[in-house]
């Protein structure tokens, strides 16, 4: 289980002292939303490098507070540090092309949803991925019905949490690489 205030002062640790202490204002008032724009900003602002890690990291607390398609394309832009932790990358991009839930899955629930791969484990290669509903116009839904973690080569063990569940999701992606 990730502890999302614990996050949210690692996160903070990255900005420079005034900007941190504004963007851990926002988690005081909360208004994470409005300090996950501040931190991304922050980070393009003062050319703060990441690792592939902490950016697949933001990415889910930007998807927890429904903030990620308005921070995608900014944090994709953030300075990137290859020194860091690259055991997590962030491998949606903005041309993803989804899959259909039975193709990915054996599981009746994700059969009428669309599959985007979103953070894979560059250890196993196993995958977090978003489940959405197809919206009427044709777009994805805002929220994800389901998360499911994907192992390659598999279809039949794929392990589904609940569309509350973002932390928990990438906590087992983590927990589940089977090397050190």
């Not at 690692?10 to 996950?36: N, T, Y």
């Not at 398609?69 to 903005?94: F, P, Y």
């Not at 290669?125 to 994800?144: F, I, K, T």
């Amino acid at each position: 289980m990730i502890d999302e205030a614990t996050q949210w002062r690692r996160f903070a640790a990255l900005l420079p002292p005034a900007d941190a202490a504004g963007f851990m204002d926002c988690w005081d008032i909360g208004e994470q939303e409005a300090g996950l724009d501040q931190l991304v900003a922050g980070l393009l602002k003062h050319r703060v490098p990441i690792c592939e890690t902490v950016r697949a990291e933001i990415a889910v607390a930007a998807e927890v507070w429904g903030m990620r398609t308005a921070l995608a394309a900014d944090l994709g832009r953030c300075l990137g540090d290859h020194q860091g932790d690259d055991r997590l990358r962030l491998i949606e991009h903005a041309d993803t092309v989804p899959s259909s839930g039975s193709s990915v899955a054996t599981d009746s629930a994700l059969a009428d949803l669309l599959i985007v791969r979103w953070i894979a484990c560059t250890r196993c290669g196993r995958v977090l991925a978003r489940a959405h509903n197809q919206e009427p116009w044709g777009d994805l839904s805002y929220l994800a019905r389901h998360y499911a973690l994907l192992t390659p080569g598999q279809n039949t063990s794929t392990v589904l949490f609940a569309p509350d569940s973002a932390w928990d999701a990438l906590a087992e992606l983590r927990m589940s690489c089977l090397q050190p």
